[in-house]
């Protein structure tokens, strides 16, 4: 297969879910699925599906536990330079402790504490959004392989 008809498949497939993220939102109002960090997760999950940055206990751990270091922080310590910097290594050394690393979950603690998120943050849009990008991920790459196949 080409490279141009794979990249075709790949965007299509990061349109299918980012949209898909973001029009649930229009549909459900009070639901929050998107945010900034599943754009670089996409060009992972759809552009690489074979990277281990890309594989779904790296994209949904890696970002759930990101999210709960940023969350903590913004909750129980404060939001200066200093904790957001140490919040960002906390969090590297997070996911290369649990071998969950996915270097766009790397932005979570910096987007929550910014943001001044709390613990629903985790469930919408962190877990249930990760779930979604993974699954539509796990789908457009069976179409990948059933068609490199024919």
């Known amino acids: 297969m080409n490279k141009f008809y794979l990249a075709l498949l790949s965007g299509t497939g990061a349109a299918i879910a980012i949209g898909i993220l973001a029009f649930s939102e229009t549909v459900q109002t009070d639901l929050v699925l998107l945010m900034a960090p599943f754009g670089a997760s996409a060009v992972l999950v759809f552009g690489l599906p074979e990277s281990p940055l890309a ?27 200093f904790t957001l910097a140490i919040a960002s290594g ?55 392989i059933s068609l490199a196949m024919t």
């Open 90 to 144: 906390l969090a590297v050394t997070a996911m290369l402790l649990t071998h969950t690393t996915h270097p766009p979950a790397g932005a979570n603690p910096l987007l929550i504490m910014l943001t001044g998120q709390s613990w629903g943050f985790l469930f919408t849009p962190v877990l249930l959004g990760a779930i979604i990008l993974v699954v539509i991920g796990q789908i457009i790459r069976k179409a990948h």
């Open 55 to 81: 594989q779904p206990k790296n994209v949904i751990l890696g970002h759930l536990l990101t999210a709960f270091i940023g969350v903590f922080f913004a909750e129980f310590i404060a939001v200066t330079p």
